[in-house]
Structures are given as structure tokens and as C-alpha cells.
């Protein structure tokens, strides 16, 4: 519960912020694990990373053991290439669907055989003996390995679209963002090198996200919604226990951090009202913060 503590306690709540959207982006199951203990480093990886540049985080990803166990890659061959990680990579973490060829994956998946795991710890292994030794094709270049393919994404001409896009969604508002609005987010994510803090400063400097039309309009997660209001009410000055808090969101509101529902990661914007949770929103932060809060 060290990251959950932090949320809760650091001074700096958007640099936390960040790590949550990206252990979302970068999403897994801590009960795919044999060894629990082995997730941490999922975490660790996505804290480290999460306001650094993306291109280097990319890279880093597709050495997490936690994706490769989740998307079958540990199980990958040869022969026979699992396809899931390179189509999630593309799909869900880089360039959003639609931007890329099944050639691609394919392609991909053939370079990614080696990253494995060390069966005795779940770390990253590569196994030389299964690397492909002929060159791919790929967005005007070619590339051997992962790293190169990643080295290769700001060729496409759609790089940073799909990133940008999560951005403004999750910072600015639940529509699709102008033209205009994502010209000026893309370009300073680009000049910059691709650096996170960059993207964050530029969707924190478009107009709309200072907007009177737009305040109060977007949808806390339940996460953001209890750690939120426990940080409003000081709560990390209490001398409670925290930990409640974390398992509380599992039980009564639905989100278990650290098991998504799918590798798309968790609901967004309004499907965290559907149905009755609005009522049960309301009731819970009555019954444990209506009074500063009694477990």
C-alpha cells in the first residue's frame, strides 16, 4: 500500500495523478501473477516513468513482466508469435486503433518472442536464441528490434493523436478535442521530444481547460473521488488507518486498483454514473466522510 499512502500524502497530487492515469493506460491485473509480490514492479515501472518521456516509457513497457505475462507474450515462439502485446501496444498504448496494419502486428510480434520472463522470479529475461535476425518494415523504416520500432513511431503521422486525445479527456473535458486544440497539444508534445510534462503543460494551457463551460464537467473515478476528498478534509493528518479507504473502493464503489476489468483498463467519464452508482457515490462519502469519516 506504499503508492496508495503516497497519493494520499504527497505534495505534489498531479505528479500522482500521473501515475494513475498511466497504471490505466498501461493497464494489467495483479492477479495474473503467480507471485504477487512480483506486481510491484509493474508499479515501480509506471511511477518511474510516468513524468518522463514516452518514447523511453514505450520502450520500457514492453519489457514489464507484468504485460508480458498478462498479454501471453512468456508464452510466445517463433513458430508461432502470440500476437497480444504488439496489438495492445499499438492499439491501446501508442497509436489508437485504426493506425496501424495487421503487417505491423505481425511484424511486431515476431520481434517481441524473445521478451520473456525468468520463470523463477517473473523478472524480464530476453532469450537471444529466439530473436529474429531479417529486418521489418515499418513507418518509412526498418527496424530489428522492439527498441528500433519504438524509435520508428514518430514517423507515423498520427503520433501523439491518440495520446493527446486521453489527455484532454482526462484534464480538460469528455468531448473530443478541436483540431486547434490538439494541433497545439501534438506540436508541443513533439518540439519537446516527446516528454510527458510537456503534453501535460500544453493541455493545461488550452483555453477550454480554463473555461468557465467547462468546469465541474468531467467524472471522478472512484479513486479520484474518495483520495480526492480524503485530501480535501486533511485526512492524511488523521492518525487512522488509510488502508480502508483502498479496499473500500473494491467493495462498495467498484474499482479494484490493481484489477481492471479488461487490458482497455477501467470505465471513463459517465459510465461511472451508470446505473445506481451516482446514489452509491453519494451515500459513501456520507457514511465515511460525512462525519470526517468513522470505520
Request: hydrophobic fraction near 40%; avoid cysteine.
Amino acid at each position: 500500500l506504499a503508492s496508495i499512502k503516497q497519493i494520499l500524502a504527497s505534495e505534489v497530487p498531479q505528479f500522482e495523478r500521473l501515475f494513475l492515469f498511466w497504471l490505466d493506460h498501461f493497464s494489467v491485473e495483479m492477479s495474473a501473477y503467480d507471485q504477487r509480490h512480483a506486481f510491484a514492479r509493474h508499479v515501480d515501472i509506471i511511477r518511474s516513468n510516468a513524468a518522463g518521456n514516452f518514447i523511453e516509457f514505450a520502450k520500457r513497457s514492453l519489457r514489464d513482466p507484468a504485460l508480458i505475462i498478462y498479454l501471453n507474450n512468456d508464452k510466445s515462439i517463433p513458430q508461432k508469435p502470440n500476437e497480444n502485446l504488439a496489438r495492445e501496444f499499438l492499439e491501446l498504448f501508442t497509436l489508437g486503433e485504426g493506425n496501424y496494419t495487421e503487417r505491423n502486428i505481425k511484424d511486431l510480434a515476431r520481434r517481441l518472442v524473445p521478451h520473456g520472463i525468468n520463470f523463477a522470479n517473473e523478472d524480464f529475461h530476453f532469450y537471444t536464441h529466439k530473436q529474429a535476425t531479417s529486418a521489418a518494415k515499418a513507418f518509412d523504416g526498418t527496424y530489428k528490434t522492439p527498441d528500433e520500432f519504438v524509435d520508428l513511431l514518430p514517423n507515423h503521422p498520427k503520433f501523439g493523436h491518440f495520446l493527446a486525445k486521453k489527455f484532454f479527456n482526462e484534464y480538460v473535458a469528455l468531448r473530443s478535442p478541436t483540431n486547434d486544440e490538439l494541433d497545439y497539444q501534438i506540436r508541443s508534445f513533439r518540439d519537446s521530444g516527446f516528454e510527458i510534462l510537456s503534453l501535460l503543460e500544453a493541455t493545461l494551457k488550452l483555453p477550454s481547460f480554463w473555461a468557465k463551460s467547462n468546469r465541474l464537467s468531467l467524472v471522478k473515478s472512484p479513486m479520484e473521488l474518495v483520495y480526492g476528498t480524503a485530501r480535501t478534509l486533511s485526512w492524511q493528518e488523521k492518525p487512522l488507518s488509510f488502508g480502508w479507504m483502498f479496499y473500500r473502493l473494491s467493495d462498495d464503489l467498484a474499482q479494484d486498483l490493481f484489477n481492471p476489468p479488461n487490458v482497455a483498463g477501467w470505465p471513463s467519464g459517465k459510465q461511472w454514473l451508470d446505473g445506481q452508482r451516482l446514489e452509491e457515490r453519494i451515500n459513501f462519502l456520507e457514511r465515511h466522510f460525512g462525519n470526517y469519516g468513522t470505520v
